[in-house]
Nanobody, 120 residues
Framework: QVQVVESGGGLVRPGGSLRLSCAASGSISSINAMGWYRQAPGKERTLVAVITSGGSTNIADSVKGRFTISADNAKNTVFLQMNSLKPEDTAVYYC??????????????WGQGTQVTVSS
């Protein structure tokens, strides 16, 4: 069983910043990758950013240059630094962790989400 817990959401004005944190815990020996999706009301869940255990990152074009993903591998924790926030960044942000189960399968565990609202 793996638990993924996000924190750091809230209300911020346009142009402001927020830092989201996400920690994975439980019976896991390693993490392959962790990342963030977001889902705005009435829209599909879309990838925001991902970081692998090796440190490779992928950032969605819509947030590139404003958002940064980083990780503390020793603590199975990932951070999403969000700068220059826009109203269109308003969404529930979901963290996930990909971890190996056995030799051939990978499991994805999700957090319950944290609300980010950008409004004046």
């Amino acid at each position: 069983q793996v638990q993924v817990v996000e924190s750091g959401g809230g209300l911020v004005r346009p142009g402001g910043s927020l830092r989201l944190s996400c920690a994975a815990s439980g019976s896991i020996s390693s993490i392959n990758a962790m990342g963030w999706y977001r889902q705005a009301p009435g829209k599909e869940r879309t990838l925001v950013a991902v970081i692998t255990s090796g440190g490779s990152t992928n950032i969605a074009d819509s947030v590139k240059g404003r958002f940064t993903i980083s990780a503390d591998n020793a603590k199975n924790t990932v951070f999403l630094q969000m700068n220059s926030l826009k109203p269109e960044d308003t969404a529930v942000y979901y963290c996930y962790a990909d971890w190996p189960r056995g030799a051939r399968s990978t499991v994805r565990s999700w957090g319950q989400g944290t609300q980010v609202t950008v409004s004046s």
